[in-house]
């Protein structure tokens, strides 16, 4: 069945490094691709997403691009602040179940100013 | 714009007792989605609904029922409460249609339900 895996965490880092989550996914179809970030206290929200492979969706100065060839859709920020500290989740969306997303386990990110 | 509403917030429950959440969204969402988020697993898919008075089981059905009488409503069920479903619970919406696999999910803020 469809799967999504990415990079365990937590990850800290200092404030204004360059920031790279992996995640790679396995389907059966051609999914749709999204990143979800999750602030404490509140529920997942859009942070990006790609349809189609070389796609790339960008988001305050968040940025990942679709690779078929590679089945991933790595999330990068060049700068990272404080602010961006939560949870983030990739997410995949298959074109032949409309109605389930597969989700990774999520991944810690702590910014230290 | 409300988006997707759950209710309660926090609520703390004994070993057998029951409960209903209630998810209510406003964006006239077709499909509805309960999931629990546990420590280090993500989320998982406990039901789910791809329209009014229609349900469909998840990854981890066991021990909830859900019910969809209204389109803007999915409500979550608990009959009888175990240590194990102490978790937060998350309701999600999306549309149906030409591409609706392109479409994002939009969550509520969660159930932070402990069972003692």
């Known amino acids: 069945g469809d799967s999504v895996t990415q990079m365990e965490g937590p990850v800290t880092l200092s404030e204004e490094a360059f920031l790279t989550i992996n995640c790679t996914y396995t389907?059966?179809?051609?999914?749709?691709l999204f990143w979800y970030v999750q602030y404490p206290g509140e529920g997942l929200q859009l942070l990006l997403k790609?349809?189609?492979?070389?796609d790339k969706g960008s988001n305050k100065g968040f940025e990942a691009t679709y690779r078929k060839e590679t089945t991933s859709f790595h999330l990068e920020k060049g700068s990272v602040q404080v602010s961006d500290s939560a949870v983030y989740f990739c997410a995949l969306r298959d074109e032949s179940s409309a109605s389930k997303i597969i989700f990774g386990s999520g991944t810690r990110l702590s910014i230290r100013p | 714009n409300a988006g997707v509403t759950q209710t309660p917030k926090f609520r703390v429950l004994k070993t057998g007792q029951s409960m209903t959440l209630l998810c209510a969204q406003d964006?006239?969402?077709?499909?509805m989605y309960w999931y629990r988020q546990d420590p280090g697993m993500g989320l998982r898919l406990i039901h789910y609904?791809?329209?009014?008075?229609?349900?469909a089981k998840g990854e981890v059905p066991d021990g909830y029922n859900v019910s969809r009488l209204k389109k803007q409503n999915f409500l979550l069920g608990l009959e009888s409460a175990a240590p194990s479903q102490t978790s937060v619970y998350f309701c999600a919406s999306s549309p149906q249609g030409a591409g609706s696999y392109n479409s994002p999910l939009h969550f509520g803020n969660g159930t932070r339900l402990t069972v003692t």
């Open positions: 790609a349809t189609k492979a070389d």
């Open positions: 964006m006239n969402h077709e499909y």
């Open positions: 389907a059966t179809g051609y999914p749709s």
């Open positions: 609904s791809v329209g009014e008075g229609t349900t």
